[in-house]
């Protein structure tokens, strides 16, 4: 079997939903310390994969609007950390490392150096909080052609919009690249939802934003330090997620 279908089959046997292969080619010009082959000698390839978010996950904020259990005070937070923190992104992340681990683990046994990066640095001390993850997966994400910056600054998928996580194996493996994504999935400066419903005014696009553009990179900024402040106060975790219409029934992107 061909190894790069072997391992697509490998990844979604495990639960992935989608998959993709990036040639290290397409990191050229990534900050120093960041392209693959710094990370790896020798890496030819980017197997990227995610795991799309459950819809009603999603929506955890309409979950129990009335409960006998949970006062309202204590409702939003229960249902954040308790809900949404855990089954749209704790159990995600950690599957999510667990396929990355398999599928390198196999790569290594075929002969070929391959390692991976946990999903994210959430549970970090604080002062590390700020700074950029180890490796880029929503870089990764992007150059395999499985979708394109938002503005929620985030990866819009056409399939799952931007409810989906990811995470991705470096290998000197030479897989067969997939092709990088043709059409916009973000309705980007003509729709705008993420950047209006957030609380905390924490995401501005780009002036150099091109309107009509596939975004292969990131058209927006957040101020993290005021999403994390936002998210720990009131019920916006996930908004620009939850609020985007792409990849949904009647969407433009479906």
């Given at each position: 079997?061909?190894?790069?279908?072997?391992?697509?089959d490998m990844a979604k046997g495990m639960g992935a939903s989608l998959t993709g292969v990036a040639p290290v080619g397409r990191f050229e010009g990534a900050p120093q310390g960041h392209h693959p082959q710094e990370l790896l000698p020798?890496?030819?390839?980017?197997?990227?994969?995610?795991?799309?978010?459950?819809?009603?996950?999603?929506?955890?904020?309409?979950?129990?609007?009335?409960?006998?259990?949970?006062?309202?005070d204590i409702r939003v937070e229960a249902l954040r950390l308790m809900l949404y923190k855990k089954s749209g992104y704790d159990i995600i992340n950690d599957r999510l490392s667990t396929?990355?681990?398999?599928?390198?683990?196999?790569?290594?046994?075929l002969g070929y150096p391959s390692f991976f990066f946990p999903t994210t640095n959430t549970g970090l001390p604080e002062h590390l909080m700020d700074f950029p993850g180890?490796?880029?997966?929503?870089?990764?994400?992007?150059?395999?052609?499985?979708?394109?910056?938002?503005?929620?600054?985030?990866?819009?998928?056409?399939?799952?919009?931007?409810?989906i996580r990811f995470n991705s194996v470096i290998t000197t493996a030479p897989l067969t690249p997939s092709p990088l994504l043709a059409r916009k999935t973000c309705d980007g400066l003509d729709?705008?939802?993420?950047?209006?419903?957030?609380?905390?005014?924490?995401l501005r696009a780009l002036p150099d934003a091109g309107a009509d553009r596939v975004w292969l990179d990131p058209a927006a900024r957040t101020d993290w330090a005021a999403c994390r402040e936002s998210q720990a106060t009131s019920d916006c975790m996930g908004r620009c997620l939850r609020v985007c219409p792409a990849g949904r029934s009647g969407g433009s992107k479906a």
């Amino acid at each position: 079997m061909d190894l790069t279908q072997e391992l697509v089959d490998m990844a979604k046997g495990m639960g992935a939903s989608l998959t993709g292969v990036a040639p290290v080619g397409r990191f050229e010009g990534a900050p120093q310390g960041h392209h693959p082959q710094e990370l790896l000698p020798g890496a030819q390839s980017v197997f990227s994969f995610g795991m799309r978010i459950l819809e009603r996950v999603m929506d955890w904020p309409n979950v129990l609007p009335e409960s006998a259990f949970y006062p309202p005070d204590i409702r939003v937070e229960a249902l954040r950390l308790m809900l949404y923190k855990k089954s749209g992104y704790d159990i995600i992340n950690d599957r999510l490392s667990t396929i990355a681990l398999r599928l390198a683990t196999h790569l290594e046994e075929l002969g070929y150096p391959s390692f991976f990066f946990p999903t994210t640095n959430t549970g970090l001390p604080e002062h590390l909080m700020d700074f950029p993850g180890l490796f880029s997966q929503r870089h990764a994400a992007v150059r395999a052609g499985l979708g394109e910056f938002g503005l929620n600054n985030v990866v819009v998928t056409a399939q799952y919009g931007p409810r989906i996580r990811f995470n991705s194996v470096i290998t000197t493996a030479p897989l067969t690249p997939s092709p990088l994504l043709a059409r916009k999935t973000c309705d980007g400066l003509d729709c705008q939802k993420c950047i209006e419903e957030c609380p905390a005014e924490a995401l501005r696009a780009l002036p150099d934003a091109g309107a009509d553009r596939v975004w292969l990179d990131p058209a927006a900024r957040t101020d993290w330090a005021a999403c994390r402040e936002s998210q720990a106060t009131s019920d916006c975790m996930g908004r620009c997620l939850r609020v985007c219409p792409a990849g949904r029934s009647g969407g433009s992107k479906a």
